[in-house]
């Protein structure tokens, strides 16, 4: 069975700072996708980032990119300069193709 | 524009009573998803769909059901059985992109309290 772990309940940053989200996985799958999902106040999931697995260069969207240590099945989002919209949960989900595993959450609290 | 609807936003029923959550989505997208969402947890899995008229039980299908007739549509109903409904509930449909992996849309979710 898949599994997707993040460990850090709540993070805060100071605007404009970089912080880091972890996020861990198991599978026995060769073939998957990971991605981070933003949830705002709104409650509306969006779509921050995905890295396929057999790609072995970091993805990077903008201020957002990711670590991505496939031996240590490990799949981290650093935000650069964040801003204060970046506030929101940031869900790890990982997908062996058609069905997808969300972690817990991690809640971002970008301060002035 | 093309996108998910859910409606209506928030829902209220009472405990016993049988409701239906609507999900539909203009996308041409042919997987169809139900998560559920509580306090401190992330996305569970409920139902999903691949092709019409087929479904599949995702972690937590108990005191649920779906059902997808049309493409575009896939109700989720959370039957008196389901122990504890009061919960956010989140539709998303798939497709395929160029690298190879399914991206996830999603709905703007759907709050049931039930009393």
């Known amino acids: 069975a898949q599994t997707v772990t993040q460990s850090q309940p709540e993070m805060s940053v100071q605007e404009a700072e970089t912080v880091t989200l972890s996020c861990t996985y198991d599978t026995s799958e060769s073939n998957y996708y990971l991605f981070w999902y933003k949830q705002p106040p709104s409650r509306q999931m969006i779509l921050v980032i995905r890295?396929?697995?057999?790609?072995?260069q970091n993805a990077t969207e903008n201020r957002f990119s990711v670590n991505f240590q496939k031996a240590a099945k490990s799949f981290s989002l650093k935000i650069s300069d964040s801003q204060l919209g970046d506030t929101a949960m940031y869900f790890c989900a990982f997908s062996d193709v058609l069905k997808f595993y969300f972690g817990s959450g991690t809640k971002l609290n970008v301060k002035p | 524009d093309g996108g998910i609807t859910q409606s209506p936003k928030y829902l209220f029923r009472k405990e016993g009573q049988n409701v239906t959550l609507s999900c539909e989505q203009n996308l041409n997208h042919d997987a169809m998803y139900w998560y559920r969402q509580d306090p401190g947890q992330g996305l569970r899995l409920i139902y999903y769909s691949q092709i019409v008229n087929d479904f599949q039980k995702g972690d937590i299908a108990e005191g649920y059901s779906v059902s997808r007739e049309k493409k575009e549509s896939f109700p989720l109903t959370v039957t008196s059985a389901q122990k504890n409904p009061t919960a956010f509930y989140l539709c998303?449909?798939?497709?395929?992109?160029?690298?190879?992996?399914?991206?996830?849309?999603f709905g703007p979710g759907t709050r049931l309290t039930v009393t």
């Open positions: 998303a449909s798939s497709t395929q992109v160029a690298s190879g992996s399914y991206e996830q849309y």
């Open positions: 890295q396929e697995a057999y790609k072995q």
